[in-house]
């Protein structure tokens, strides 16, 4: 459904999007990770056609955005960075010249709206200037936008950013429900929301993909992944450390919070399976009686992995949010 | 078309979504009184027409609509709304030209609000109303050039005091190459050709032509072509930044 074929975005000198490549299907949650000017926010405008970009195409239902960018956008929705509405109008009229603009006959438009107010719960302030509205109902009021006539694509960027972990759940739960049949991008720097939404994830850094997979895939790639951690009082950390230590070709790492310390005992070597770790570590807690709060073996972390790729160091210049020059 | 119409209507909407509109329309109304009472010493003339009512339009328009068209772009642009607008399916010429359309129909609003001053000197003589016909249209043709430079140097940044000033000095530009001041400085020493095709292109040179009462082809032409270039212009700026990323 979405086809980014070589994209490139030079600002002058500095390259904001290089070469990137992707395809969503429909059925599809990409969700696109990086650091901030990363070139999520840019890459997304030259999908939706509000920037031109200085090489590549994206094709949305396999129409060019660039040769033909009414019959594209008509398939697609689009939140902007920062929910972007006319502040003077009322949700209402809102949604009401986006389904007039977007050519929707009356009838169709009542449903669409009547759909689109029900997903996103808007119920209570139709009648309210968007701009007397909170941060969660403005966000709402966009993502209302973007789905009022039901678009096969779907870019939303950052759609939970500044919602509180209730709106953020809504937000999800409506991405989830409309997720199978439609193909979706999404930007975000909140980890846990890829691992919650995206079938997809990848992540870039200055405008180049670093890494991309399903997000289990990709948190395998932390160097956490086959580790064996055990969560237990922190009065028990000396004890737990010289037993540990007796374990062969393994080393751990302990993080303190208050109370409770995890540790986490990773194998040396490639050669023994983590499940055989895993099951080392067990026999020693049942040996050794400890009252153990949690025991896992880890699947490997996002946060890291995402860390260890984009964390290397950056020009000043480039730090520069570039990109969002129009919506900061 | 009906694209059109929409955007026109949600523009137009928008000025009266503030109290804004109405302080505004009511200024103009009295800055327009005051000129026209005062400086122009309409009933001292002692005369049944509406020439010192007229007279003062390019001077006033100079800075009321700038102040209509600075938003125009400017503050889409501010908003963000802008990414909004650019993606949704619709022509870029619809966008230029209903937000213009909007920007006059206000202006054509706020002209048509002087109707009292042509009620009293019908009332108080028997003054040409052909040529008071003439002169609103003129009026409005007037407006209408003014607003197609602000619509022009609106799209052009993001800050609309900025818009505003740039606005001011380009109509203003735009309307002393007529006034006899200016032209007596170029005629001491350049060839006739060039200081009456200076001001062939005051909107102030074809605006008095036609407040004049005659409605001469040439002088419509010239402010139609004037909003043309200036909204096609528009468009091209528009167009560009989506190029350059701003």
């Given at each position: 459904?979405?086809?980014?074929?070589?994209?490139?975005?030079?600002?002058?000198d500095?390259?904001?999007?290089?070469?990137?490549?992707?395809?969503?299907?429909?059925?599809q949650?990409?969700?696109?990770?990086g650091?901030n000017?990363a070139?999520?926010?840019?890459?997304?405008k030259m999908?939706?056609?509000?920037?031109r970009?200085?090489?590549?195409?994206?094709?949305?239902a396999g129409?060019?955005?660039?040769?033909n960018p009414?019959?594209?956008?008509?398939q697609?929705g689009y939140?902007?960075?920062?929910?972007?509405?006319?502040?003077d109008m009322?949700p209402?009229?809102?949604?009401?010249?986006?389904?007039?603009?977007?050519?929707?006959?009356k009838?169709?438009?009542?449903?669409?709206?009547?759909r689109?107010?029900?997903?996103?719960?808007?119920?209570?302030?139709?009648?309210?200037?968007i701009?007397t509205?909170?941060?969660?109902?403005?966000?709402r009021?966009?993502?209302?936008?973007a789905i009022?006539?039901?678009?096969?694509?779907?870019?939303?960027?950052?759609?939970?950013?500044g919602?509180?972990?209730n709106?953020?759940?809504?937000?999800r739960?409506a991405?989830?429900?409309?997720?199978?049949?439609?193909?979706?991008?999404?930007?975000?720097?909140?980890?846990?929301?890829?691992d919650?939404?995206c079938?997809?994830a990848?992540?870039?850094d200055?405008?180049?993909?670093?890494?991309?997979?399903?997000?289990?895939?990709?948190?395998?790639?932390?160097?956490?992944?086959?580790a064996?951690?055990?969560?237990?009082d922190?009065q028990?950390?000396?004890r737990?450390?010289?037993?540990?230590?007796?374990i062969?070709?393994?080393?751990?790492?302990?993080v303190?919070?208050?109370?409770?310390?995890?540790?986490?005992?990773?194998?040396?070597?490639a050669?023994?399976?983590?499940?055989?770790l895993?099951?080392?570590?067990r026999?020693l807690?049942?040996?050794q009686?400890?009252p153990?709060r949690?025991?896992?073996?880890e699947?490997?972390?996002?946060?890291?992995v995402?860390?260890?790729?984009?964390?290397?160091?950056?020009p000043?210049?480039?730090?520069?949010?570039?990109?969002?020059g129009?919506?900061? | 078309?009906?694209?059109?119409?929409?955007?026109?209507?949600?523009e137009?909407?928008?000025?009266f979504?503030?109290?804004?509109?109405?302080?505004?329309?009511?200024?103009?109304?009295?800055?327009?009184g005051?000129?026209?009472?005062y400086?122009?010493?309409?009933?001292?003339?002692?005369?049944?027409d509406l020439t010192?009512?007229f007279?003062?339009h390019p001077?006033l328009?100079?800075?009321f609509?700038?102040?209509i068209?600075m938003r125009?772009?400017?503050?889409?642009?501010?908003?963000?709304?802008?990414?909004?607008?650019?993606?949704l399916?619709?022509?870029?010429?619809?966008?230029v030209?209903?937000?213009?359309f909007a920007?006059?129909a206000?202006?054509?609003l706020?002209?048509a609000?002087?109707?009292?001053?042509?009620i009293?000197?019908?009332?108080?003589?028997?003054?040409?109303?052909g040529?008071?016909?003439?002169?609103?249209?003129?009026?409005?043709?007037?407006?209408?050039?003014?607003?197609?430079?602000g619509?022009?140097?609106?799209a052009?940044?993001?800050?609309?005091?900025?818009?505003?000033?740039?606005?001011?000095?380009?109509?203003f530009?735009?309307?002393?190459?007529?006034?006899?001041?200016?032209?007596?400085?170029?005629?001491s020493?350049?060839?006739?050709?060039?200081?009456d095709?200076?001001?062939?292109?005051?909107?102030?040179t074809?605006?008095?032509?036609?407040?004049?009462?005659?409605i001469?082809?040439?002088?419509?032409?010239?402010?139609?072509?004037?909003?043309?270039v200036?909204?096609?212009?528009?468009?091209?700026i528009?167009d560009?930044?989506?190029?350059?990323?701003?």
């Amino acid at each position: 459904m979405i086809e980014v074929q070589h994209l490139v975005k030079k600002f002058g000198d500095f390259t904001a999007v290089n070469d990137l490549s992707f395809a969503v299907e429909s059925g599809q949650v990409m969700g696109f990770l990086g650091p901030n000017g990363a070139g999520k926010s840019t890459t997304m405008k030259m999908i939706t056609g509000f920037l031109r970009p200085t090489a590549g195409t994206a094709r949305i239902a396999g129409i060019d955005i660039c040769d033909n960018p009414l019959a594209a956008q008509t398939q697609l929705g689009y939140l902007p960075e920062g929910a972007p509405a006319w502040p003077d109008m009322t949700p209402r009229q809102f949604l009401d010249f986006i389904t007039r603009i977007r050519g929707l006959d009356k009838s169709a438009a009542r449903q669409a709206m009547i759909r689109a107010i029900g997903m996103t719960e808007l119920h209570g302030v139709l009648d309210q200037p968007i701009d007397t509205l909170s941060k969660g109902y403005r966000r709402r009021v966009g993502l209302a936008q973007a789905i009022v006539h039901d678009p096969d694509v779907l870019v939303m960027d950052e759609p939970t950013d500044g919602l509180d972990p209730n709106q953020k759940f809504q937000v999800r739960q409506a991405i989830e429900e409309m997720a199978a049949h439609k193909a979706i991008i999404i930007s975000t720097h909140i980890l846990e929301e890829v691992d919650a939404i995206c079938s997809h994830a990848m992540i870039i850094d200055r405008g180049e993909i670093v890494a991309e997979g399903t997000p289990s895939a990709l948190a395998a790639r932390s160097r956490f992944f086959g580790a064996v951690s055990l969560t237990l009082d922190t009065q028990l950390l000396e004890r737990a450390c010289k037993v540990l230590d007796g374990i062969d070709n393994s080393r751990y790492e302990v993080v303190t919070r208050g109370v409770e310390t995890v540790i986490s005992v990773f194998a040396d070597t490639a050669q023994a399976p983590a499940t055989d770790l895993l099951a080392h570590v067990r026999d020693l807690i049942s040996q050794q009686e400890w009252p153990v709060r949690a025991l896992a073996l880890e699947t490997g972390r996002l946060d890291d992995v995402f860390g260890t790729l984009t964390r290397k160091p950056r020009p000043l210049a480039d730090t520069a949010n570039v990109a969002d020059g129009g919506g900061a | 078309m009906s694209q059109l119409w929409t955007i026109t209507r949600r523009e137009f909407a928008g000025y009266f979504s503030t109290p804004l509109a109405f302080v505004f329309i009511v200024v103009f109304l009295l800055a327009n009184g005051l000129a026209t009472f005062y400086l122009g010493a309409w009933f001292e003339m002692g005369q049944a027409d509406l020439t010192s009512f007229f007279m003062f339009h390019p001077w006033l328009y100079l800075f009321f609509l700038p102040a209509i068209s600075m938003r125009l772009w400017a503050e889409e642009r501010r908003n963000g709304s802008i990414e909004l607008l650019l993606t949704l399916p619709v022509p870029l010429s619809a966008i230029v030209l209903g937000k213009y359309f909007a920007a006059l129909a206000f202006s054509a609003l706020a002209l048509a609000l002087t109707f009292p001053v042509w009620i009293s000197v019908n009332f108080l003589g028997d003054p040409d109303n052909g040529v008071i016909l003439a002169s609103y249209l003129g009026s409005l043709m007037l407006a209408g050039g003014y607003l197609a430079i602000g619509s022009c140097l609106s799209a052009l940044t993001r800050n609309q005091v900025i818009a505003f000033v740039i606005s001011v000095v380009a109509c203003f530009l735009f309307t002393v190459s007529g006034a006899p001041l200016v032209l007596d400085i170029f005629r001491s020493w350049a060839p006739q050709v060039l200081t009456d095709t200076l001001a062939s292109f005051s909107l102030l040179t074809h605006f008095r032509a036609i407040t004049g009462g005659v409605i001469d082809f040439r002088d419509l032409v010239f402010f139609v072509t004037l909003i043309g270039v200036f909204l096609v212009a528009t468009m091209i700026i528009v167009d560009m930044k989506k190029g350059e990323g701003a």
